[in-house]
């Protein structure tokens, strides 16, 4: 009887194939049709139609697994998240909105980055300090790079050579040869002062380095804020070294480049401004105020938009004129976290948590509309060939 | 579509072979299947073994609980009472009375795990936003006199010194709201006691009651007042006992006594001449963050007796924030103040600007005029201006110095000249320090013209 049993199952296994070569159920045909949800406290990733605003599909990743961010490989076939409190990297096949592999990685994975070839996918661990290279044709874990302090972000260059780490528990950035994955060097933005041995309370107790490595449209150069020191680094990425070093504001967050690849827009939560660096001439050419605590920058018409995470408002920028623009209010006592602009650049997909919603703002108007209940805590947002794609 | 059927399919009959080869071999089949079985009764008890473990490992651990979070969500209600999720058209089910778009609360349960350090700083967080925000901030100053120009009966030599502390109290108790108090204590022996000026020596000094008390120790209550954002947040209104040079005549590098300037009057114009004793006022200021602010202020005035609307001072101020001709920013103020009554020497104007030339040097200037009776001849003349620079002009890299210089001339006939220099060093987020040279080029105040240079160092700390 067992014996007849095991047959049986072992032929529907080997029959399994069959379901998808007759068609399993292809949910979303178009992978830049959909804006990527990421819920943190529902633990899954649900898939907004653009055209329709509507979830189409969750996928719900498991109890207790908290995604941070998720990212749609180039090619469009798979979404990439890492489970923060699960230590596991998840891989969803995009069109039939399946979980196909769950994978084992460090210790309490945020942010990641998918290689422009689509071939392999770099998780970041900030709390075991390593960054795990995952393969995915065979959808398994290469190896646990490690020789990192806390890295946050990672950015490949276009070719896909490189890859930069910013560490946010030290103040340089990571250089990784994606051919071999290794560590290839460290480059230190700039020393720490002298003077600040007379502060130990704040230097040893506390440190806010570098959160992102941010590569113009171009991919010549890098922008590498770091918080303690209040400066920007300028990498340039074929030499791999600084070519200047730009002070901006109190506690810059990081930089984030204009759609049309002139300027970068820089967060200082230590005084609630923003500093805009004309790329070409690597300096700051304007210091504007605006909010508390915020989180991300989206670009559309020429504009910037700033989102402050307490204050439920995004701040906007005349880039050309160099001048506030007003702000728009989203709501009362929300926690605004970050966006993704669409492709053409006209809208921008704005997570917000506490009331779990999704906002699509319009660049150009400034009007925006509300998609509800999108998820339990929805922590960021992806969308296919966005002009503007990035997590906290 | 039959090849990959086939194809697929062939594995399963190999290992149909392969597990019951009685019915596809006539021998051999008995022994093989003895084998099995006792395989089989392995794998059993492991698994009994597995289960036992794991239920002794649930019994013992602690679960984690899931989080309860209450969620706002859209109901559509009935006269009745009858609730139904989301916006709906149309009438109730139940009795077919219309019903009315609503909302409520309701509590939902969410697996977010949290680390235990994660949970207390939440808690901790939570409490002090609900709690009192407290805040230090001390200033002390040390300036010595040496007279080039003057009577001898006047300073010469002398080393004065003024200490200040304030503290702070912050509260939130409603949305968009603060309350404010800042309670101060000051004293010692500042330069203006003994030279005659209208610049005032030292700015700190200058808050005082009576900037001449020798005596020099005063406690006394500065700022009490709740402020609260209107109209989408663009409208702040702060009503208490104010400063008003806290909310008219800013200027972004000669504004702050205990960081920029000593001199009083390049730390705001004179001809301002708000209330000194911090009177009960209102203030409102209007910000639509697109360059453009308007503001408006009224304070009870220093000569009321007795009552809070007798004497009243009041301002008001336009100010804007440029990028002319590709600078970097600017902002240009203009302001209108009339003091108890709109008598003509009772009003002034003025303005204070300050122009970024770089993200390293920023440029300033104050002009005030104050409109005098028919019995002078002229009005009263203020001006001031000078130049800030930041890193890469300066050693450490959050440093910054300035020159500046100020021009008073009176309607009364006194003038005086003085020019001001200082190198702020900062040590660390809670410790600075700066060093100060004051040259009083030229003033007739008191009688006999005169002047003098003045060394000094300033320490300040806040938390």
Redesign the interface.
Known sequence: MKKVVLFLFTVLFFCQPLKKSFGEEVVIKDPRSVCVIVNRDSNDISFMDLKTKKIVGRVFLGKWVNPHMAAMTPDGRRVVTGGTRANKAYIIDVATMKLIKTIPVDIAPEHLAVTPDSRFYYQGNPDGDSVSIIDLVSLKLIKNLRGFAEPLNITFLPDGSKAYVANYGAHWVGVIDVKRHELLKKIRIRAVPGVSKLDPKKYLSDIRGISNASITRDGRYLYAADGDLGVVGVIDTREDKIVKVIKVGADPWRAYPSSDGTKMVVPNNGDETISIIDIKKNKVVATLEAGPDMVGVNFSHNKAFVISNSSSFVYVYDLKKLKPAGRIKIGTNLELQTAATSADGEKMYLTSATDHSLYIIDGKTNEFERVADVGLYPWGSFVLEGRDNYCH | MIA??VT??L??LF??CF??PSLVFAEGGGKEGSK?DSK?LLLEEKTRDLDERLRELESRAVL?EP?L?V??K?ISVCDNGHEYDGAREGKCPLDGLPLVKSFTYQR?K????QTISEKIEEVLAGEAKKGVSIGVSGTATAQEAVRLKGNSNEADGDLFGVGSMDVFFIAKPA?YTMFFIDIEAIGGYSPDKLIDNISGLNSDNARRKDARDIDGREMNLREAWLSTELL??RLTVTGGILDLTNYFDSNTVANDETTQFITDTLVNNPLLAAPANNGAGLTAVFD????IVFKAGIQRGENAENNMTEKNYSVVEIDY?S?FGGL??GHYRIWYRFNENTKRENMAWGTSIDQ?L??SITLFGRFGQQFTSKDFKRDDYFYSGGVQF???YVI???DAWAIGFQSTDMASGEDETLLEGYYNL??????KTSFHLQYLADSNVGGARKSYVLPGLRVQVDF
């Open positions: 990959p059927f697929r399919c594995p399963a290992i149909f597990l019951f099995d089989f984690s989080e979070l969620k706002q859209e939902e969410v697996y977010r795990r949305l989408g947040q639509p963050k697109v360059g924030l990028h970097p920013e970024k770089t993200p930041k890193t890469p450490g890299l959050q900062f040590l660390t987020d809670n410790l």
